[in-house]
């Protein structure tokens, strides 16, 4: 089962931030939260992950909050491209090569 | 380099054919994993290897075989096709040490029919 929960769709102006929320209340102290998308059923793609500093790549920023019961990734600027599903995931024990994916939230960036 | 790479990009097979599924990776990773992929589904895993001669069974694993003789590549095997296994499936790799990345392959869409 995952251990994650996402609403299940969102939607978003181009060029506004998207704000995509995350459960994972059950978390361990030793987990890391990664997030990866598939823009229409291409292989997914990684975007960010972190264990409980925020982190921020070319691609987008990852909130964990203090007690990291959930976190929100942060496209800072919206494109059509952005439109996708977008999966937070904790890797089992650490490791990336047996990921549990839920059904993901689907982002729509509207122009 | 090419990432992973997935052949074929799309297959129809009768039900009973039998088929591989191949997967490439040419970034010295050492562990590879298949998933499959429903209609508004996420992916769900079916096999995963950590290493050369090493290979485990993922959550769906009935109907599919994998062998894993060298590091570049993992094949899935179909051993006698079924309409269930209608599918996309996709390949991922990633490093050894832990809190890495997966990269995943552009999948192969199959159809049994």
């Known amino acids: 089962d995952a251990k994650t929960t996402q609403p299940p769709s969102m939607d978003c102006a181009e060029g506004r931030a998207a704000n995509l929320p995350c459960n994972h209340s059950?978390?361990?102290?030793?987990?890391?939260v990664y997030w990866y998308r598939q823009i229409h059923s291409q292989g997914p793609q990684y975007i960010i992950h972190?264990?409980?500093n925020n982190e921020t790549n070319e691609m987008a920023s990852l909130i964990i909050t203090e007690d990291r019961k959930s976190s929100t990734l942060i496209l800072p600027h919206a494109t059509l491209r952005d439109t996708a599903v977008y999966y937070c995931?904790?890797?089992?024990?650490?490791?990336?090569?047996?990921?549990?994916f839920g059904k993901g939230m689907k982002l729509t960036v509207n122009p | 380099n090419a990432g992973v790479t997935q052949t074929p990009k799309f297959q129809v097979l009768k039900t009973g054919q039998s088929m591989t599924l191949q997967c490439a990776q040419d970034?010295?990773?050492?562990?590879m994993s298949w998933y499959r992929q429903d209609p508004g589904m996420g992916l769900r895993l079916i096999h995963y290897?950590?290493?050369?001669?090493?290979?485990d069974q993922g959550e769906v694993p009935n109907g599919y075989n994998v062998s894993r003789s060298t590091t570049e590549d993992f094949p899935l095997r179909l051993l006698s096709a079924a309409p269930s296994q209608t599918s996309v499936y996709f390949c991922?790799?990633?490093?050894?040490?832990?809190?890495?990345?997966?990269?995943f392959g552009q999948g192969t869409r199959l159809t049994v029919v």
């Open positions: 991922a790799s990633t490093r050894r040490q832990g809190n890495t990345e997966a990269f």
């Open positions: 995931i904790l890797p089992t024990q650490g490791g990336s090569e047996k990921l549990v």
């Open positions: 972190g264990l409980k």
């Open positions: 059950t978390i361990s102290g030793n987990e890391y």
């Open positions: 290897s950590v290493g050369a001669g090493i290979t």
């Open positions: 970034m010295n990773h050492e562990y």
